[in-house]
């Protein structure tokens, strides 16, 4: 399984992926599920991938493919707008779904679901946030609904319905989807370390901060065992009914 | 959708369920899901239902009338252990989805799955928290897993996971799965107030308290509010890393 977020503040987006990948309980193995293209000053994209990885990688594969061919038509990095840019990464996801699913007997059971998130701004342009779907089609983040998830997304949607607004600062955003995937990760053992956290600061047009998290990363723990804390002090502190 | 949860303790078993039901999100319906039955000190017993509201209302009524009519071979009444009881349950169950499912055809598509958890004690006996599957089979709650979910368990595992051990006491008790609950309604418009809270002391042979929260509850309310608050009070606190 896999956990992705990402939020679309006034301040920027947060993005925040896990690296988690099984085929069955008994074959785990770390992946990378975010991905970023930049041209410093002109466009920064990140993608987040969840899903079947043969689908995932392959998509990756060919969005880079285009990019360093130049080709016009399919490279995200010279595409006019960031809605054709989720254009041209739902085609290329449908495509490749439909490719890998045409490959595998029903019988199998097999899934080949996948959906991504993509961010990105270009110059001149707002920030935007997609969810697309194995199919193509994709939705978009909006000042109601300011964050997306892919994934295993339950354990740690609570958290983010309670804190996230437009106007959350960027260091409370990094915060609020640290937590979500703690959450995450205690109750879902196939969702893990390491973390790569991406920060995009609007009108930045780069990637503004990159980091991987490792399991024994003393800070990461230090924040979910303080969270834990917290909880637990609060939950002493509420008045039962 | 449902949610129910059940906890077993030290100093007995608290239990809480929702009432919503729905065929289809334009059919919403209030529909009791808690069912007890009582022999004051020689036993107690409590089912939480979720699942095909015909398969769950047809097995708690053939429950109902095996006992009504002294049946001594499926009354759960004079069962002579709990794990009879879970027996005759889980048995009824799987016998009435068996037979239901047999009425529907497979390209209906009409989900006949149904679980059930049951809580009990019968002197002499330890209390004893089962969960069964619409087949008939069974789990039960220990002290290293002192609780059991049923329905849109996710949402509301996290605090549980947290803050719940044997020896909880039963007010913390009732506030966990209380706050357990208020996370899952805010996230899952298909689980709906009102509420059942239903608490069985250890040794107490009867139902110690039975509760109906309804929407305008004050008391939840001020709970649920207080708990928002401490959250994200406690979410500012937390230091970033």
Redo the contacts between chains.
């Keep these: 399984m896999t956990y992705c977020v990402g939020l679309l503040l006034n301040e920027g987006m947060v993005l925040l992926s896990d690296t988690r990948t099984n085929a069955g309980l008994d074959n785990i193995s770390t992946y990378r599920k975010m991905f970023t293209f930049e041209a410093p000053g002109e466009r920064v994209i990140a993608i987040m991938t969840a899903g079947s990885l043969s689908v995932t990688q392959t998509t990756i594969a060919r969005l880079t493919e285009a990019i360093d061919s130049g080709d016009e038509k399919r490279s995200i990095m010279t595409a006019h707008s960031m809605l054709a840019v989720a254009q041209i990464v739902g085609d290329t996801l449908a495509e490749v779904s439909h490719e890998i699913r045409g490959k595998i007997q029903q019988q199998e059971k097999v899934s080949t679901s996948a959906s991504l998130i993509l961010a990105g701004q270009r110059a001149d342009g707002a920030m935007r946030l997609f969810l697309i779907y194995s199919q193509g089609n994709f939705i978009e983040a909006t000042a109601e609904t300011p964050y997306l998830q892919i994934g295993e997304h339950?354990?740690g949607?609570?958290?983010l319905?309670?804190?996230i607004e437009p106007t959350t600062s960027l260091?409370?955003a990094?915060?609020?989807v640290?937590?979500s995937m703690d959450?995450t990760l205690?109750?879902n053992l196939s969702v893990g370390m390491p973390l790569d956290l991406v920060v995009i600061e609007n009108h930045g047009l780069r990637i503004a901060r990159a980091r991987r998290?490792d399991a024994d990363?003393a800070?990461?723990q230090?924040?979910s065992n303080?969270?834990?804390e917290?909880?637990?002090?609060?939950?002493?502190?509420?008045?039962?009914?």
């Excluded at 609060?234 to 008045?239: G, T």
């Design positions: 339950k354990y949607k609570p958290i319905d309670r804190v260091m409370d990094e915060k609020a640290l937590l959450s205690r109750s998290i990363d800070g990461f230090a924040m303080a969270w834990s917290a909880l637990r002090r609060s939950f002493q502190e509420i008045e039962t009914v």
